[in-house]
């Protein structure tokens, strides 16, 4: 098939290069344009962008598909399908129409549950026991198109960045899986009155509440690592918490109740297992206490 690749991070890479290795014709890949990155603020590619120079394959970084410029260019590529992973724009309708087959979307949950910006980190939080990918008809509301295929994926103890990894390659082969017999995967439409939306994380509400019960915070640590990163504030200084076990443990909340950093929660208790220092490599609770000790009685804001 003749396919517009649309991705920018790298949950979108191993759908790109499997697409490609399945003998598509991958016409153009459509990425983000180039964001400042690391102390120098230098422009740096997306992952997408960078797979897709590997592979031969032309780039295009419009800020915007909204103009009428824009739609003709991605119309005139005559692609029968684009497909879609973690673009970061909206589609107008006559990009969504251009394709013979329209644009088909590779979403990171089991819709209809988390549609929106943060699936991954949303299902996590909440304790959902699975998650997966849906392969979904793109239309113009927000991951409320038609479904095609779903591949579950058990959530455990992985963090949102081991998922990212493990759906990123589930994603990947449902979408060549599909196009590969596209008509064997007729559409679903979606049950909207179990929808639930997953907001983009906001940084500012990453900082832990130690009076929320330890399980509670538990999932926020793996739902947030590793980023932006559940954090706390140890005598002024920031800390991320990127892993950590909830234990049994009683005390007045953000208190630290021995010297194995096991620190209280409303309801049990946390004991750290991976921290990162700002500025500092992650590491695990051992040698962040050789480097930092922390006294019992010590209490976190």
Same mark, same amino acid.
């Given at each position: 098939?003749?396919?517009?690749?649309?991705?920018?991070?790298?949950?979108?890479?191993?759908? #790109?290069?499997?697409?490609?290795?399945?003998?598509?014709?991958?016409?153009?890949?459509?990425?983000?344009?180039?964001?400042?990155?690391?102390r120098g603020k230098k422009l740096s590619p997306s992952p997408v962008q960078v797979a897709a120079e590997a592979l031969g394959?032309?780039?295009?970084?419009?800020?915007?598909?909204?103009?009428?410029?824009?739609?003709?260019?991605?119309?005139?590529?005559?692609?029968?399908?684009?497909?879609?992973?973690?673009?970061?724009l909206i589609l107008p309708q006559p990009v969504l129409d251009a394709p013979k087959h329209g644009c088909l979307n590779i979403?990171?949950?089991?819709?209809?549950?988390?549609?929106?910006?943060?699936?991954?980190?949303?299902?996590?939080?909440a304790g959902d026991a699975e998650t997966g990918v849906t392969i979904m008809q793109m239309e113009a509301g927000l991951d409320?198109?038609?479904?095609?295929?779903?591949?579950?994926?058990?959530?455990?103890?992985?963090?949102?960045?081991?998922?990212?990894?493990?759906?990123?390659?589930?994603?990947?082969?449902?979408?060549?899986?599909?196009?590969?017999?596209?008509?064997?995967?007729?559409?679903?439409?979606?049950?909207?009155?179990?929808?639930?939306?997953?907001?983009?994380?906001?940084?500012?509400?990453?900082?832990?509440?130690?009076?929320?019960?330890?399980?509670?915070?538990?999932?926020?640590?793996?739902? #947030?690592?590793?980023?932006?990163?559940?954090?706390?504030?140890?005598?002024?200084?920031?800390?991320?918490?990127?892993?950590?076990?909830?234990?049994?443990?009683?005390?007045?909340?953000?208190?630290?109740?021995?010297?194995?950093?096991?620190?209280?929660?409303?309801?049990?208790?946390?004991?750290?297992?991976?921290?990162?220092?700002?500025?500092?490599?992650?590491?695990?609770?051992?040698?962040?206490?050789?480097?930092?000790?922390?006294?019992?009685?010590?209490?976190?804001?």
């Open positions: 098939m003749r396919i517009i690749f649309m991705g920018t991070p790298d949950f979108a890479v191993p759908a #790109l290069r499997a697409l490609h290795a399945a003998g598509h014709d991958v016409v153009c890949v459509y990425t983000q344009p180039p964001r400042p990155a690391g394959l032309p780039v295009r970084s419009p800020v915007s598909l909204r103009n009428a410029e824009a739609q003709a260019e991605f119309a005139g590529l005559g692609a029968d399908v684009a497909v879609v992973a973690a673009y970061g979403h990171a949950s089991l819709l209809p549950r988390w549609r929106g910006a943060a699936p991954i980190h949303r299902a996590v939080m409320t198109g038609p479904m095609l295929h779903k591949v579950t994926v058990p959530v455990g103890r992985k963090t949102t960045g081991a998922l990212f990894d493990e759906l990123g390659a589930a994603g990947a082969a449902a979408m060549v899986e599909v196009l590969a017999d596209l008509a064997a995967f007729p559409p679903e439409a979606q049950d909207d009155s179990a929808a639930i939306y997953a907001p983009k994380i906001d940084k500012a509400k990453a900082k832990i509440d130690w009076s929320a019960p330890a399980e509670m915070i538990e999932r926020l640590v793996r739902g #947030l690592a590793p980023f932006p990163g559940a954090w706390f504030e140890l005598e002024g200084e920031r800390v991320k918490l990127l892993l950590a076990d909830a234990v049994d443990g009683t005390g007045t909340p953000g208190t630290v109740l021995d010297d194995d950093f096991t620190i209280a929660c409303g309801n049990g208790a946390i004991r750290p297992l991976r921290l990162q220092r700002a500025g500092k490599p992650a590491m695990e609770r051992a040698e962040f206490l050789r480097g930092r000790a922390v006294a019992a009685g010590t209490v976190l804001a």
